[in-house]
């Protein structure tokens, strides 16, 4: 098949960014999306162009680098689906697509469609961690959790930090990132003790970082690859209001 | 006090605020809906109520003075409401300073959500319209002082007034609607037992207010409310 592709090219974080057409042509349906671009890029670097810059590292979905807008849609248009698993048998020939980065004041461009992601880390290294005394492993036995705790815990930790719920979000909010990680700290016993300065420090830092609010618009759960809920994010609400007045530090 | 403060300091903590306010304000929407079903009952019924406002509270307050504290706290709830909102949409409009060439709004759950800013200021508007028609009475034709039924009555027989106050309950059903689950939403009522109910109790709730209010100018107009 052949489609018509309008790229954001931008040469580095100061630059100005404009689109750029190309044509992809013999695209096969069994291609990824990130194999189609690969495709484009060796005709670009065969013609002596810059190829187009974006991230990857896996290609199963699962490591969270990869990552842009298509149509307006992180990812693409399929559910729980990373762009690298998207495959061209979703399109048609003769489709036009918007290729464009993930859009926060808090993700400047690196270059095209890669854009700095360290936000997220610094959320994480605010408070989504558990402070233990390093040594050999305890019994795994020792601390029961609780069956529902542990499909919660576990469904919250799916995240893949992979920055979409931001990109979708019309407030360019990192509340699904943010909330997914206090949910699966908060719901293992493990993840107790630090439970409400971890909420605290954690949205102190989102707000630093230059995120937007979360206005329950949804769109950031529509976009997860990983199924993520908002009903996480309602749980670091009631994390924070309970850090405040229930459990108030210092 | 000071933790009710700091809730300030984070996005959270003001939507908390939001939440908080807007609670109030469901209540007053509610119970003003349900105040001017009174309206039916005739104009002696309507007018004891309008007056019963202001005695409302005696003897332990005097005439007007419990309708003022209310009034003071609403105007506190809506003051709160709407400056945590500003600084709130500010920060967002800064937070995606370069926008989309292509954005697919369908991704968001309701077209309630997207509605919020701009049914608010239409709301707020109203509200100011609103209070100088039926209360202050300078925006009124015919406005006569401690005569609610006979103001209500010849306010409505205005037919572009009556739009007016129809078309401005639809953002009103949509702000109440998303406003509403938002709310639990930030207070973190969520349970998964219970989500499923949230969506349909929120529009029970806009739809019950909404149709309250615009039966008032259509039973006008139609000569089921009159003399």
């Known amino acids: 098949m052949k489609l018509k ?42 013609r002596g162009d810059e190829p187009i810059a974006f991230d990857h590292d896996c290609r199963e979905g699962i490591c969270g680098s990869c990552g842009f807008m298509i149509n307006g849609e992180p990812h693409g248009p399929l559910p729980s689906t990373t762009v690298c698993q998207l495959h061209m048998r979703n399109y048609r020939d003769g489709d036009e697509l918007w290729i464009e980065p993930w859009r926060a004041t808090a993700f400047p461009v690196i270059r095209d469609l890669i854009v700095d992601r360290s936000p997220l880390d610094r959320i994480v290294q605010a408070g989504g961690y558990i402070s233990v005394r390093t040594g050999s492993a305890p019994e795994a036995n020792n601390i029961a959790v609780p069956k529902a705790n542990a499909d919660l815990a576990m469904d919250a930790a799916e995240c893949i930090a992979c920055g979409a ?79 405040k007045f229930r459990h108030p530090a210092g | 006090m000071r933790r009710v403060f700091s809730l300030w300091d984070s996005t959270v903590g003001k939507k908390i605020m939001m939440a908080t306010t807007g609670v109030i304000l469901i209540g007053f929407v509610v119970g003003h809906m349900i105040g001017n079903l009174k309206v039916y009952q005739g104009a002696d019924a309507f ?31 809506v003051g709160i409401h709407i400056l945590a909102a500003v600084q709130l949409v500010m920060r967002s409009r800064k937070a995606r300073a370069i926008g989309y060439r292509k954005y697919e709004g369908d991704m968001v759950f309701s077209y309630a959500s997207r509605t919020m800013t701009w049914g608010g200021l239409i709301i707020l508007g109203f509200v100011v319209y609103h209070l100088m028609h039926l209360t202050f009475g300078n925006a009124h034709p015919d ?85």
Request: proline share 5%; net charge neutral.
């Open chain 1, 165 to 243: 719920c931001v990109a979708a979000c019309p407030n360019a909010s990192a509340m699904l990132f943010t909330g997914a990680k206090v949910t699966h700290l908060g719901a293992l016993p493990q993840g107790q003790p630090e439970r409400y300065t971890r909420v605290v420090e954690m949205v102190t830092m989102h707000d630093d970082e230059g995120f937007g609010h979360c206005t329950n618009h949804g769109a950031c759960q529509t976009a997860c690859p990983k199924n993520i809920k908002v009903d996480y994010i309602g749980r670091l609400n009631a994390d924070l209001r309970k850090a």
């Open chain 2, 143 to 227: 406005f006569v002082h401690g005569n609610a039924y006979h103001n209500f009555v010849t306010g409505f027989q205005s037919w572009p007034v009556s739009i007016a106050y129809i078309l401005t309950m639809i953002p009103l059903g949509f702000h109440l609607y998303h406003g509403f689950w938002s709310m639990l939403q930030t207070f973190g009522a969520t349970n998964p037992k219970m989500n499923h109910v949230r969506r349909p109790i929120a529009a029970a709730l806009a739809g019950v207010v909404v149709l309250g209010n615009i039966s008032f100018p259509v039973a006008v107009l139609a000569g089921l409310v009159g003399y």
């Open chain 2, 47 to 77: 007018n004891h109520y309008a007056e019963g406002l202001r005695t409302v509270g005696e003897p332990f307050f005097g005439s007007g003075q419990l309708l003022w504290i209310i009034r003071i706290v609403l105007l506190a709830a």
């Open chain 1, 5 to 46: 592709l309008h790229v954001w090219r931008q040469n580095g974080p100061g630059n100005e960014g404009r689109f750029e057409d190309y044509v992809a042509e013999n695209v096969s349906e069994h291609m990824s999306f990130l194999e189609m671009l690969d495709v484009v890029n060796e005709q670009l670097i065969a």
